[in-house]
């Protein structure tokens, strides 16, 4: 191997600058951003101008606060190094003490995504900032000069120059960017991620892919109808749509006709907005196939598209927005039947009794379920997040997220035992091992005890003959 084909990537910075130092910075940072929120709103407003003020605080500024809070205090117990004791550890192994130590990357690359600018790339920054990675961050087309603005809040309270580093919009700067780094991070659609993980792969470089979803939300006949009515609703409106667990496959029990009279009065309330092109001519399509549109005002959105038949490729196909379909299901089998046909696997709600709802919990094809609720408890700084299948791989947020930012290195210390394995091997040897491998594993205890006599005769007779041909343990 060529000396240029053996890249050594930069050292970590962790080494230079202990954890409780970095935590300090998060703390300051998270200060910062606090009080500079007002000019993270105007930045947000302009990528985000259908929001409110407050639900751009609610949806980006508060969680992202959580998660340094978060950070601040468990971060110290999550990465702490970990001994390993007598519990578990062959008996083979005696004299040998391991400790297994959470490192950082290097560098971590965040591509950022359009519908929630803020929190999303930069919840996972603190995560790599916390395990002492540098972040480099690729901003989503408008992105750039919200990201420049929080980089300079992070530079005031005493972060470093190479602990993030902007690489604009442009998307070559992306693959130009793979070999210098560690671990890339990716929320987007699976389209995206299709074309990023194939250009990281080719790389041999690992990743984090929080992809698309196309969630199910799962309706008990015997549920609060206006409760799961009122939760579609703000699930559909919440950032017009455009929110990776939103609810998207609605399939219900009995009651329908409650439901959809719910769901109207509750989307009576919430703010509309005017369909996409896309959007009006699925609506058209489903309507013309008997599906009864769901709406505050002909074509505006939220619209929920009620009574869909088993063939609607909506229960499959994504199309992200403020749509939605409803289909009428007999039993929790079919439900489950149907969810996976879809391979998309992020999130999922239930309504309905809590033991019906747990049990059915594990079944559903999702990674991140509510029950009773859905899409704000997701944003808890302790939950991991992510999916499977269509929806990506690996987490973010919680102890999995930042551990996802870190690399594992196992040390392991002999400070007493047999080291007799380091001598040439004896005829008695191989029914030294078999006799051991018995002792420990059998079923039978006369069997045990047999063999565990057969081996300590074996082993003196070992030790006697070695002594006598005058080799010694090392």
């Known amino acids: 191997m060529k000396t240029s084909d053996c890249k050594l990537t930069s050292p970590p910075l ?24 007002e000019g993270l709103l ?55 003490h391991s400790t297994v130590y959470h490192e950082p990357l290097g560098r971590v690359l965040i591509l950022a995504p359009s519908n929630y600018p803020l929190f999303l790339p930069f919840a ?14 690729k901003s989503a087309p408008g992105g750039l000069v919200l990201h420049q603005f929080v980089r300079e809040l992070f530079l005031r309270v005493g972060g470093g120059e190479p602990w993030l580093r902007l690489l604009g919009e442009d998307n070559s700067s992306f693959q130009a960017s793979l070999p210098e780094i560690q671990k890339v991070v990716l929320v987007g659609s699976a389209e995206t991620g299709r074309t990023v993980l194939a250009q990281a792969g080719e790389a041999l470089v690992p990743a984090v892919a929080e992809l698309s979803g196309w969630d199910t939300v799962f309706i008990h006949p015997q549920a609060d109808m206006e409760l799961a009515a009122r939760a579609v609703a703000f699930g559909l409106s919440l950032n017009h749509g455009r929110t990776c667990v939103a609810p998207r496959r609605i399939l219900l029990r ?32 489903m309507r013309a196939a008997g599906a009864l549109a769901l709406w505050a005002r002909e074509g505006e959105g ?13 229960l499959q196909d994504e199309a ?21 046909n879809c391979s998309y696997a992020l999130g999922a709600s ?36 992510g999916g499977a299948g269509r929806s990506g791989y690996g987490r973010t947020r919680g102890a999995e997220g930042l551990l996802e930012m870190t690399q594992t290195r196992t040390v392991s210390v002999r400070r007493g035992g047999s080291l007799d394995h380091l001598l040439p091997p004896g ?32 082993i003196a007779r070992e030790r006697w003959r070695k002594r006598r041909l005058g080799l010694s343990r090392p």
């Open 124 to 137: 996972s920054a603190l995560h790599a900032w916390a395990a002492g990675n540098e972040v480099w961050l």
């Open 427 to 458: 005829p008695l040897d191989e029914m030294i091992v078999e006799k051991f491998m018995i002792m420990a594993h059998a079923g039978k205890r006369t069997t045990k005890v047999v063999a565990l006599a057969r081996m300590i005769l074996s």
């Open 350 to 385: 239930l309504f309905g009794p809590e033991d019906w709802a747990r049990s059915l919990a594990h079944q559903v094809p999702a990674q991140v379920v509510s029950i009773n609720d859905l899409i704000v408890p997701s944003a808890d700084p302790r939950v991991p997040f």
């Open 254 to 285: 009995g009651a329908v006709e409650e439901f959809e009279r719910a769901f109207r009065q509750a989307i009576g309330g919430r703010e509309h907005s005017l369909l996409s092109e896309t959007e009006r001519r699925l609506v058209e399509e």
């Open 302 to 314: 939220p619209v929920l598209l009620s009574r869909v038949s088993e063939e609607n490729r909506l």
């Open 42 to 96: 105007e930045h947000l407003q302009k990528l985000r101008p259908h929001c409110s003020k407050g639900e751009l605080l609610s949806s980006e500024l508060i969680p992202l606060l959580d998660t340094v809070a978060y950070l601040e205090k468990h971060a110290g117990q999550i990465l702490r190094p970990r001994k390993l004791g007598w519990d578990g550890q062959p008996v083979w192994l005696w004299g040998v």
């Open 320 to 340: 992200f927005g403020s749509l939605a379909v409803l289909k009428v299901v007999e039993s929790d089998e079919e439900a489950l039947r149907i969810a996976r």
């Open 14 to 37: 962790s080494p230079t600058i202990e954890l409780n130092k970095r935590l300090a910075l998060l703390r300051r940072f998270r200060h910062a951003l606090c009080a500079e929120r």
